[in-house]
């Protein structure tokens, strides 16, 4: 019988979270994203774990700032999108959306989630039921849109929200709260949500992370999953709107909140 893969997340910076994949059999490790070197290092050091590979998501400096440094201190292999290679560390291995490839004894499938900026992807491990989002499909939330349009991130929402809903969703922000006092002016009658924000305020008040989650949970109660139902769609008065301009208009009043 294998082993699971462990999945430690790890918080960085102020609100920032990369994620650390080791396989217990093997003794190997991966990071998925790199904020900053510190909190890694010092997080692999406290494990006695070496880093054999840094996936990277998207190209926003506190996502790949500590790429440098920890390349040089445990050689590890980057592997990024091929689409966005340009505005990325050097990659060792550039990959393109739909590509598939191995990892720690496990196949990781990449998806384009292009929205919050262009060349912004996900990793999909469906043998160990997670998908690594960064800032596209966030708990309770989805990045700003620095750089795509509503249509690009509602494809890219609608391509995650396919997976099977059991898979655990590892986003890049401690956003949660904050989404959920957001969240239920939009979807004010959703029981799951209002119980969702309960819980995040106690996890919180604990010193707890709310990342993972699970791709179900985010189904019931992310706005930003939600632009299909009839509830959300009547609370903003869009009943016959498009699940495109519905979206839309979910991302526009978050920004502005």
């Given amino acids: 019988m294998t082993m699971p893969l462990e999945i430690i997340t790890l918080p960085c910076l102020s609100d920032n979270y990369a994620f650390l994949i080791h396989n217990p059999a093997s003794g190997g490790t991966a990071l998925v994203d790199a904020p900053e ?3 890694i290092r010092s997080a692999l050091s406290e494990r006695g774990w070496g880093l054999d590979w840094i996936l990277l998501t998207h190209h926003h400096w506190d996502h790949v700032d ?44 990449v998806m384009d989630v292009s929205g919050h900026t262009v060349g912004h992807i996900a990793f999909y491990m469906p043998g160990a039921a997670a998908v690594f989002t960064a800032d596209s499909l966030m708990a309770l939330g989805c990045g700003r849109l620095f750089e795509g349009t509503p249509q690009q991130m509602w494809a890219s929402l609608s391509k995650l929200a396919a997976l099977p809903p059991q898979t655990m969703v590892y986003s890049g922000h401690e956003y949660t709260q904050a989404n959920g006092a957001f969240a239920i002016t939009v979807d004010p009658g959703n029981p799951a949500l209002q119980a969702r924000v309960s819980d995040i305020a106690k996890a919180r008040d604990n010193g707890a992370p709310t990342v993972p989650s699970s791709l179900q949970l985010e189904l019931d109660t992310n706005p930003f999953l939600r632009a299909g139902d009839s509830a959300v769609r009547a609370n903003l008065g869009m009943q016959d709107a498009e699940d495109t301009e519905v979206f839309a208009e979910i991302r526009r009043r978050k920004d502005n909140f």
């Fill in 37 to 39: 070197a510190g909190a």
């Fill in 66 to 109: 500590g790429v440098a440094e920890l390349r040089d201190a445990f050689g590890a292999k980057v592997i990024g999108a091929e689409a966005d290679a340009q505005r990325l560390p050097e990659l060792d291995m550039a990959v393109p959306d739909g590509g598939t490839f191995s990892l720690l004894g496990e196949q990781v499938q």
